[in-house]
């Protein structure tokens, strides 16, 4: 059989050719029985561009149409997609793609590019213009047939979203992506009745694994937009069946007025994950909803990993859930890495058909985050309850020891984030002469002028006192990344000198 993830989305679809396969905003881009060919004239187009099986072709663009026909048809070609960030800046690219070696760079005409030196193919993506990949392949016979490709092939290389050190690229193999697309279609309850509100960067494993994958794979229409715009989601709501997105959506969304029960009263299901969910904002959605938020864990490296139980009163608050089946998890401590017992943090490390085969042309980065047993160290910390469900303490670069005590950010976030007034915290530790490490609460809040000592107060009567902030700064805003997670370098680097 075909291991080709494209080859298995196709053969889902019988029955649905009149359905739309895809909208973009509102307007109907192809049906599932028009698919194949919206495909092929992709593949045809880059096959004129000289890409061939098991070469690579990178793009970076902004969410559209166009940047879902064109991996489709990377993946139908037999190719491997490289996505990259639109916000990257031409000398950023340039380094990428120096390691990820494409024939072809795709962009939308927009975004930055470093200087064409003639080496590597070039396209636009718009329809419009010269030199248009969209263009050219209006212009041309489909070719439907999909290259056949083993489960182990590769089918993307994604560069992490590296809020530290230099972007790797995962490579996702193709069993990665069909077993992990499989389990959620199972996990989250999914069918040909449903249609996904989808308004996640595609460039990212969340909007392109999670989002658009199981409307392909479950037969079900994806609503597409160019970016999360909380009063465009809520007018498109009553149009669909599930909702996904990061944490910052959900704050955005619960700050309008129009945010209701009724609004929501036709959605089954929403999913949040790529960033921690503040337990308040998952209990306000719920006063706000009657529903509660599944969510659910994952990274760029393993796809999806655990998550939330479906049912209402199986999605907790504060917790990931569990382990997707077929994937394995354990929490180790220790000098020797030793399995913990339960309500112990320590590393959370993994293995499963949705762990990627390692880091492009990184061998030692490899090794060094897949053990010869084939467990994958995430770099997140956390602990399991007795029953296995797994909570997120943190990263483990974020772990803050301070006097010889391990401290973990999520913890304290937890609590500071309930103190009223307050809208969201971020947990650093900064070079302290006496402590080693201090515990700094960088928090944003209602009012500017907030007095930190409220928060203080909550922090003394609910935490031990070696896990009280040395200090707490009120600011603006956190500096954050596309997909919402907060940039704690940037921070550490900003409040460096505060005890110095
Ligand atoms: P990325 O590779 O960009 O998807 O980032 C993956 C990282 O996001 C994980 O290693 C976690 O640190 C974090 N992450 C993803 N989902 C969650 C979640 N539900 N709660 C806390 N952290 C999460």
């Given at each position: 059989?075909?291991?080709?993830?494209?080859?298995?989305?196709?053969?889902?679809?019988?029955g649905?050719?009149a359905?739309?396969?895809?909208?973009?905003?509102?307007?109907?881009?192809?049906?599932?029985?028009?698919?194949?060919?919206?495909?092929?004239?992709?593949?045809?187009?880059?096959?004129?561009?000289?890409?061939?099986?098991?070469?690579?072709?990178?793009?970076?663009?902004?969410n559209?149409?166009?940047?879902?026909?064109?991996?489709?048809?990377?993946?139908?070609?037999?190719?491997?997609?490289v996505?990259?960030?639109?916000?990257?800046?031409?000398s950023?690219?340039?380094?990428?793609?120096?390691?990820?070696?494409?024939?072809?760079?795709?962009?939308?005409?927009?975004?930055?590019?470093?200087?064409?030196d003639?080496?590597?193919?070039?396209?636009?993506?718009?329809?419009d213009?010269?030199?248009?990949?969209?263009?050219?392949?209006?212009?041309?016979?489909?070719?439907?047939?999909v290259?056949?490709?083993?489960?182990?092939?590769l089918?993307?290389?994604?560069?992490?979203?590296?809020?530290?050190?230099?972007?790797?690229?995962?490579?996702?193999?193709?069993?990665?992506?069909?077993?992990n697309?499989?389990?959620?279609?199972e996990?989250?309850?999914?069918?040909?009745?449903?249609?996904i509100?989808?308004?996640?960067?595609?460039?990212?494993?969340h909007g392109?694994?999670?989002?658009?994958?199981?409307?392909?794979?479950?037969?079900?229409?994806?609503?597409?937009?160019?970016?999360?715009?909380?009063?465009?989601?809520?007018?498109?709501?009553?149009?669909?069946?599930?909702?996904?997105?990061?944490?910052?959506?959900?704050?955005?969304?619960?700050?309008?007025?129009?945010?209701?029960?009724?609004?929501?009263?036709?959605?089954?299901?929403?999913?949040?994950?790529?960033?921690?969910?503040?337990?308040?904002?998952?209990?306000?959605?719920?006063?706000?909803?009657?529903q509660?938020?599944?969510?659910?864990?994952?990274?760029?490296?393993?796809?999806?990993?655990t998550?939330?139980?479906?049912?209402?009163?199986?999605?907790?608050?504060?917790?990931?859930?569990?382990?997707?089946?077929?994937?394995?998890?354990?929490?180790?401590?220790?000098?020797?890495?030793?399995?913990?017992?339960?309500?112990?943090?320590?590393?959370v490390e993994?293995?499963?058909?949705?762990?990627?085969?390692?880091?492009?042309?990184?061998?030692?980065?490899?090794?060094?985050?897949?053990?010869?047993d084939?467990f994958?160290?995430?770099?997140?910390?956390?602990?399991?309850d007795?029953s296995?469900?797994?909570?997120?303490?943190?990263?483990?670069?974020?772990?803050?020891?301070?006097?010889?005590?391990?401290?973990?950010?999520a913890?304290?976030?937890?609590?500071?984030?309930?103190?009223?007034?307050?809208?969201?915290?971020?947990?650093i530790?900064?070079?302290?002469?006496?402590?080693?490490?201090?515990?700094?609460?960088?928090?944003?809040?209602e009012?500017?002028?907030?007095?930190?000592?409220?928060?203080?107060?909550?922090?003394?009567?609910?935490?031990?006192?070696?896990?009280?902030?040395?200090?707490?700064?009120?600011?603006?805003?956190?500096?954050?990344?596309?997909?919402?997670?907060?940039?704690?370098?940037?921070?550490?680097?900003?409040?460096?000198?505060?005890?110095?």
């Amino acid at each position: 059989m075909n291991a080709n993830l494209v080859a298995i989305f196709l053969s889902r679809h019988a029955g649905h050719e009149a359905k739309p396969a895809l909208l973009w905003n509102g307007e109907t881009v192809c049906t599932f029985g028009e698919l194949p060919a919206a495909i092929g004239r992709y593949r045809a187009a880059l096959a004129q561009l000289g890409v061939k099986q098991g070469d690579r072709v990178m793009l970076k663009a902004e969410n559209s149409p166009h940047f879902a026909l064109t991996y489709l048809a990377v993946l139908a070609s037999g190719a491997t997609f490289v996505p990259l960030n639109p916000a990257y800046t031409p000398s950023e690219v340039a380094l990428l793609v120096e390691d990820a070696d494409p024939v072809l760079l795709v962009h939308s005409a927009a975004t930055a590019v470093p200087p064409d030196d003639g080496v590597i193919a070039r396209a636009t993506l718009e329809a419009d213009g010269s030199g248009s990949l969209t263009r050219l392949a209006e212009g041309l016979e489909p070719d439907v047939s999909v290259a056949e490709m083993a489960e182990t092939d590769l089918a993307a290389i994604l560069f992490t979203s590296g809020t530290t050190g230099r972007p790797k690229g995962a490579m996702l193999m193709h069993r990665n992506l069909s077993s992990n697309v499989a389990a959620l279609h199972e996990a989250w309850r999914f069918s040909d009745a449903d249609s996904i509100l989808h308004t996640l960067p595609l460039f990212h494993a969340h909007g392109l694994f999670v989002a658009l994958h199981l409307g392909l794979y479950s037969a079900a229409t994806v609503h597409l937009l160019g970016r999360f715009d909380a009063a465009k989601a809520v007018a498109l709501l009553p149009t669909v069946s599930v909702f996904m997105g990061v944490p910052t959506f959900y704050t955005r969304l619960l700050d309008r007025e129009d945010f209701t029960r009724e609004a929501t009263a036709g959605i089954r299901l929403f999913v949040c994950g790529s960033a921690p969910l503040l337990p308040s904002v998952f209990a306000t959605f719920e006063e706000r909803t009657g529903q509660r938020i599944l969510e659910r864990y994952g990274m760029t490296e393993a796809v999806m990993i655990t998550s939330n139980l479906y049912e209402q009163d199986g999605r907790i608050a504060g917790t990931v859930g569990y382990p997707l089946p077929g994937v394995e998890l354990r929490v180790v401590g220790g000098a020797g890495r030793q399995e913990l017992p339960p309500g112990e943090v320590g590393e959370v490390e993994i293995r499963g058909p949705n762990l990627c085969a390692g880091y492009w042309r990184r061998p030692e980065a490899t090794a060094e985050a897949i053990g010869p047993d084939g467990f994958f160290v995430t770099g997140d910390t956390g602990f399991r309850d007795a029953s296995g469900r797994l909570t997120i303490a943190g990263r483990s670069k974020d772990l803050i020891i301070s006097g010889g005590f391990n401290i973990y950010p999520a913890e304290l976030e937890m609590v500071l984030a309930e103190v009223a007034g307050v809208t969201d915290v971020a947990i650093i530790g900064v070079p302290h002469p006496d402590f080693g490490e201090a515990v700094v609460a960088v928090v944003t809040a209602e009012r500017p002028d907030m007095d930190p000592a409220l928060i203080e107060a909550v922090a003394a009567e609910k935490l031990a006192r070696f896990k009280q902030p040395k200090a707490i700064r009120i600011v603006p805003e956190f500096p954050r990344n596309a997909m919402g997670k907060v940039l704690k370098a940037e921070l550490r680097q900003q409040f460096a000198g505060l005890f110095s």
